[in-house]
């Protein structure tokens, strides 16, 4: 007998909802076979069967949501095993959400139940790791044959290389500590009061549950603005002949029915001035600093309920046109749950843009392990001095997030200047 597991599909994946069954008690599955679909905090995604048998029973009906990682949801008849067909359970009923007898505030995220122990099973020649794992090791240099997995069926994963890489993990809550010395690792979050205790009456809100992704945003956001020594530096740009090229490019790309827009124009400025400035396009380590090879960008999607940042990878080698194109394909299956983890996994440096909002500036909190991230606030007719005379221009402002540990001052000044220059004469980015 083998219990299916529900597979940690990305890194900060604690939980997810079943969408659908892909097989039925009965059906006979092998290796690489797609069985179910997953919807995470960010995405839908399909899961592969990593054994071979025949499915006994389905234990977790599809549909259901907020199913644990490393919980059964199947169970198959191994090899040489007569199998025991179990009707598939109801899927749940649809039932109005309750909020929590007692409210919490949404800073405090609950560490999710530990996962039992499962099984190491020889896979013969094959070794089983997730994509994630084998880039890491790849990546490393590690011999995935070496590294014992953790996983579902000693599965290799993320924290098995991260452990075989000589990497720090996080400490676990409860473990036992030598007599008179610290706890290891981050402190506890702390305790914040309920509403009723600072004085807000019962009956007087309604609580909207946080979802996965809502879950995941503010864990990592809480990490990155407590963990990293960041700081901002604001710069003003004027984008009168930035929207003089943009109104000419489209006119040239009309027949291709491609329209470029400010930001696409930013995301190209940004991607050149890091292959100028190459020390801002880095990331910290516990192992060093990582000098990226290209300057893929991390773009902030608004999405109903939290944000996700897919990637325009190696876009300094991207014209404009291209970069639209993958940009609004990127943005428009971001918001329909479609991407796939490498599609907004990983990235070099993030831009969040504002501007449509009418925002003038604002400050963003680092997309770690990043190193920067670029706020853009809206363009505005602002009074400015030429030679001595006042004028108006169409004025932007820019804020460059930086984290300390890897982007000082002087390197984000440099940064910025190169980044301008390009914004208030277009014609730089392609020479």
């Given at each position: 007998?083998?219990?299916?597991?529900?597979?940690?599909?990305?890194?900060?994946?604690?939980?997810?909802?079943?969408?659908?069954?892909?097989?039925?008690?009965?059906?006979?599955?092998?290796?690489?076979?797609?069985?179910?679909?997953?919807?995470?905090?960010?995405?839908?995604?399909?899961?592969?069967?990593?054994?071979?048998?025949?499915?006994?029973?389905?234990?977790?009906?599809?549909?259901?949501?907020?199913?644990?990682?490393?919980?059964?949801?199947?169970?198959?008849?191994?090899?040489?095993?007569?199998?025991?067909?179990?009707?598939?359970?109801?899927?749940?009923?649809?039932?109005?959400?309750?909020?929590?007898?007692?409210?919490?505030?949404?800073?405090?995220?609950?560490?999710?139940?530990?996962?039992?122990?499962?099984?190491?099973?020889?896979?013969?020649?094959?070794?089983?790791?997730?994509?994630?794992?084998?880039?890491?090791?790849?990546?490393?240099?590690?011999?995935?044959?070496?590294?014992?997995?953790?996983?579902?069926?000693?599965?290799?994963?993320?924290?098995?290389?991260?452990?075989?890489?000589?990497?720090?993990?996080?400490?676990?809550?409860?473990?036992?500590?030598?007599?008179?010395?610290?706890?290891?690792?981050?402190q506890q979050p702390r305790q914040v009061q309920t509403l009723e205790q600072m004085g807000i009456a019962p009956g007087s809100y309604d609580l909207v549950p946080l979802d996965g992704m809502l879950r995941t945003v503010a864990r990592r956001m809480t990490d990155s603005f407590r963990d990293i020594p960041h700081f901002p530096l604001t710069i003003d740009l004027e984008i009168d002949a930035l929207l003089a090229a943009r109104a000419r490019i489209n006119a040239m790309l009309e027949k291709d029915g491609v329209k470029v827009s400010v930001n696409d124009m930013v995301i190209k400025a940004v991607a050149t001035a890091l292959k100028r400035v190459p020390a801002a396009n880095a990331s910290y380590t516990p192992e060093g600093l990582a000098m990226h090879h290209h300057a893929d960008i991390a773009v902030a999607v608004a999405l109903d309920h939290g944000l996700i940042t897919p990637i325009i990878r190696s876009a300094e080698t991207k014209g404009l046109a291209q970069i639209a194109v993958e940009a609004k394909d990127l943005a428009n299956r971001a918001r329909s749950k479609k991407l796939k983890p490498e599609e907004f996994q990983g990235g070099t440096f993030s831009i969040s843009n504002l501007g449509m909002f009418g925002i003038k500036s604002f400050n963003s909190i680092i997309n770690e392990p990043q190193g920067c991230i670029l706020s853009v606030g809206a363009g505005e007719q602002r009074p400015v001095v030429k030679d001595g005379q006042l004028a108006v221009a169409t004025v932007m402002s820019v804020t460059l997030t930086c984290d300390h540990r890897v982007v000082d001052g002087a390197i984000g000044a440099r940064f910025l200047q190169v980044f301008k220059a390009m914004i208030e004469d277009p014609l730089t980015m392609i020479v």
């Open positions: 007998m083998i219990d299916i597991l529900m597979p940690a599909l990305s890194p900060t994946m604690e939980e997810g909802a079943l969408a659908k069954w892909h097989v039925k008690a009965g059906d006979t599955v092998k290796a690489g076979d797609v069985i179910a679909e997953i919807e995470t905090d960010k995405a839908t995604m399909e899961v592969e069967a990593v054994d071979e048998g025949v499915v006994e029973a389905i234990l977790v009906a599809a549909g259901t949501e907020g199913v644990k990682v490393n919980t059964p949801i199947a169970r198959l008849a191994a090899e040489g095993e007569a199998p025991v067909i179990t009707p598939v359970p109801p899927a749940p009923a649809a039932v109005a959400p309750k909020p929590d007898p007692v409210p919490v505030a949404a800073s405090v995220v609950q560490p999710p139940a530990a996962a039992p122990p499962v099984p190491v099973k020889p896979a013969g020649d094959r070794i089983m790791a997730s994509p994630l794992a084998r880039r890491l090791a790849e990546a490393a240099g590690l011999d995935l044959a070496a590294i014992k997995g953790s996983g579902p069926h000693g599965r290799v994963v993320k924290v098995d290389v991260d452990a075989a890489r000589g990497r720090p993990q996080p400490a676990v809550a409860g473990a036992a500590q030598t007599p008179g010395t610290a706890p290891a690792g981050p």
